[in-house]
């Protein structure tokens, strides 16, 4: 049986939407925690699925001095299943082009299937309705 909130409890539900759409504008961790909404809440945006980690933190911290122009070239080299490629390839494409439609980007992959699978991922990104809301 699905529980409804008061009155109350909707317009803070809302204006907490609100607010995390807003800094996921800015922010690239708030941007991969709004993408992945609790399965068991999804309408409450203080949780996630996604899990904040101290790499997490330092790849977006890259992205960000990317996007502040700070940084034009970057390689990064780091073990499997850090979450590299959610962060680098994916996101941090689409969370950029979200921020200025004109800009270039170039994402360099080993292979063509990775490249083709990055780009669907992208794509399918900036066409989900939270991206729309973000940007």
């Not at 409890?9 to 996921?24: C, S």
């Not at 499997?80 to 680098?88: A, M, R, V």
């Not at 921020?99 to 992959?109: E, F, V, W």
């Amino acid at each position: 049986m699905k529980k409804t909130l008061d009155p109350i409890e909707q317009q803070l539900q809302a204006a907490r939407r609100l607010l995390a759409i807003k800094t996921a504008k800015d922010d690239l961790l708030a941007y991969l925690r709004l993408r992945m909404p609790d399965p068991n809440a999804p309408g409450d945006v203080t949780k996630s699925r996604y899990q904040v980690t101290p790499l997490a933190r330092i790849l977006t911290e890259v992205v960000h001095k990317i996007d502040a122009g700070k940084l034009t070239r970057v390689a990064i080299s780091v073990g499997p299943q850090f979450g590299k490629s959610d962060i680098l390839s994916r996101a941090a494409p689409a969370w950029l082009s979200g921020r200025d439609p004109y800009r270039n980007i170039m994402l360099g992959s080993y292979n063509q299937d990775f490249a083709n699978e990055f780009g669907g991922n992208v794509r399918d990104m900036i066409e989900m309705q939270f991206h729309r809301q973000v940007f």
